[in-house]
């Protein structure tokens, strides 16, 4: 076979190529959760765990995963993987990079017929991102029975309802809310850092302390559109100008402490005319700290704030909440191990938090669980420049392999 010719690194890239090319919006990478190209990509993560000798399957939640046994069946798992849908104009590592190792990683030991103490769970999440519905990381809060109410009759743009995109995919959205694993001894995931700590040190790998809680919202100003010519200034109830008051009010919080970032991604505005005073205005705010009460305390004095430019803009205010997730220390057995591996094959550990959210925040709520970053170039991501490279990768799935191998369930 072609593929033993490879390195298992240089195959895991060329297969990260291969699986860029499943986009919603070409020559863009955009792999919305449960879209066209969501369902082509876990159909060919079902069909590439089924070379291996891997019976793969969607979840009740859109989530593809795969068990390898241990050399007695029905033990505890040791789940390892990561998202496959991205954000718009998406780079091809952040999430694929995790999900195809961790598939990587079996078929080398099914290769070899290596069987451990334990079973092995692969999984590739299908909602990390929350750029399609408001809510988020409904594939792993499934897996970690945290489905919030609701969280199925949430609409896309288009006004699609989670509930029917998602049978339309294959899930089962009336089981979504009981598929609570049991049995898993931990979850690992491997991932780009996103940022550039370790290219600044170079470094090629790094173990995650903790990861920075979230919280996001939708909002909605409601002002009073009119003509651009006939309405003075000081009568206006200008939407979009309170908005932009809001916005600054945002950054500016965020200024004040270290380590608290908190970012308008999305704006959109109506009527939308050149020569029409803007009447409605809806946005996102996410914010994100280390620690949970600093990200809480920078969530109440922007609502304040808000409140503030709301009453004296004459302008309403409507502040909806749509996701929330806790900062996750990562667990220390877990750390250990992914430094131990990291060291055994010849590399530097170094200990550093993520700045981005990810699906090992909510299954560490159900099972120990950690991470392990690779480099990426200049730190950048959720931009189609994202780039590692092919000795970076292969000591990434090298260091997960050995964490693998030198697991201990329990
Ligand atoms: C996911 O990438 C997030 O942190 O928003
Ligand atoms: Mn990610
Ligand atoms: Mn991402």
């Given at each position: 076979m072609a593929h033993d010719l490879v390195s298992p690194g240089r195959r895991l890239m060329a297969r990260l190529d291969e699986?860029?090319?499943?986009?919603?919006?070409?020559p863009k990478l955009t792999r919305l959760y449960l879209s066209d190209a969501h369902r082509r990509a876990?159909?060919?993560?079902?069909?590439?765990?089924?070379?291996?000798?891997?019976?793969?399957?969607?979840?009740?939640?859109?989530?593809?995963?795969?068990?390898?046994?241990?050399?007695?069946?029905?033990?505890?798992?040791?789940?390892?993987?990561?998202?496959?849908d991205t954000v718009r104009d998406a780079g091809r590592y952040d999430g694929a990079l995790g999900a195809l190792a961790a598939l990587a990683t079996v078929e080398e030991l099914a290769a070899r017929g290596e069987r451990l103490d334990f079973a092995i769970e692969i999984v590739a999440f299908g909602d990390e991102e929350g750029v399609r519905f408001?809510?988020?990381?409904?594939?792993?809060?499934?897996?970690?029975?945290?489905?919030?109410e609701g969280a199925l009759d949430q609409k896309d743009a288009e006004g699609v309802v989670m509930r029917d995109a998602l049978k339309a995919f294959g899930g089962d959205p009336e089981r979504v809310a009981a598929s609570?694993?049991?049995?898993?001894a931990a979850f690992v995931e491997l991932h780009i850092e996103q940022g550039p700590a370790l290219e600044a040190e170079g470094l090629a790998l790094g173990v995650v302390s903790a990861i920075n809680g979230a919280s996001r919202f939708d909002v909605e100003v409601r002002g009073v559109?009119?003509?651009?010519?006939?309405?003075?200034?000081?009568?206006?109830?200008?939407?979009?100008?309170?908005?932009?008051?809001?916005?600054?009010?945002?950054?500016?919080?965020?200024?004040?402490?270290?380590?608290?970032?908190?970012?308008?991604?999305?704006?959109?505005?109506?009527?939308?005319?050149?020569?029409?005073?803007?009447?409605?205005?809806?946005?996102?705010?996410?914010?994100?700290?280390?620690?949970?009460?600093?990200?809480?305390r920078a969530v109440a004095d922007i609502a304040a704030a808000f409140d503030a430019i709301a009453a004296?803009?004459?302008?309403?205010?409507?502040?909806?909440?749509?996701?929330?997730?806790?900062?996750?220390?990562?667990?220390?057995?877990?750390?250990?191990?992914l430094i131990a591996a990291v060291e055994?094959?010849?590399?530097?550990?170094?200990?550093?938090?993520?700045?981005?959210?990810?699906?090992?925040?909510?299954?560490?709520?159900?099972?120990?669980?950690?991470?392990?970053?690779?480099?990426?170039?200049?730190?950048?991501?959720?931009?189609?420049?994202?780039?590692?490279?092919?000795?970076?990768?292969?000591?990434?799935?090298a260091a997960l392999t050995r964490f693998v191998r030198d697991f201990r369930a329990g």
């Open positions: 699986f860029a090319a499943f986009t919603d919006d070409p876990a159909a060919r993560y079902i069909a590439w765990a089924r070379e291996g000798g891997l019976e793969a399957r969607i979840d009740p939640a859109g989530n593809v995963v795969a068990r390898y046994e241990g050399r007695r069946a029905g033990a505890p798992a040791l789940m390892i993987g990561s998202h496959i408001p809510k988020t990381m409904t594939g792993s809060r499934s897996l970690a029975g945290l489905i919030e609570r694993a049991s049995g898993l559109a009119g003509h651009a010519g006939a309405v003075p200034i000081s009568l206006r109830r200008d939407a979009l100008t309170a908005s932009a008051e809001m916005i600054l009010a945002v950054e500016r919080r965020a200024r004040e402490e270290n380590e608290l970032v908190a970012t308008v991604g999305r704006l959109d505005v109506e009527p939308g005319a050149v020569n029409v005073i803007p009447g409605l205005t809806r946005f996102s705010i996410d914010i994100r700290a280390p620690r949970d009460e600093r990200r809480r004296l803009r004459g302008v309403a205010l409507k502040l909806v909440q749509t996701h929330e997730a806790s900062a996750y220390v990562c667990n220390a057995n877990i750390v250990a191990g055994a094959i010849g590399q530097r550990p170094r200990l550093l938090p993520s700045g981005a959210g990810h699906d090992t925040m909510i299954m560490g709520q159900l099972c120990p669980a950690g991470m392990l970053f690779v480099r990426c170039k200049g730190g950048v991501s959720h931009n189609p420049l994202e780039s590692i490279s092919a000795e970076d990768c292969e000591l990434a799935l």
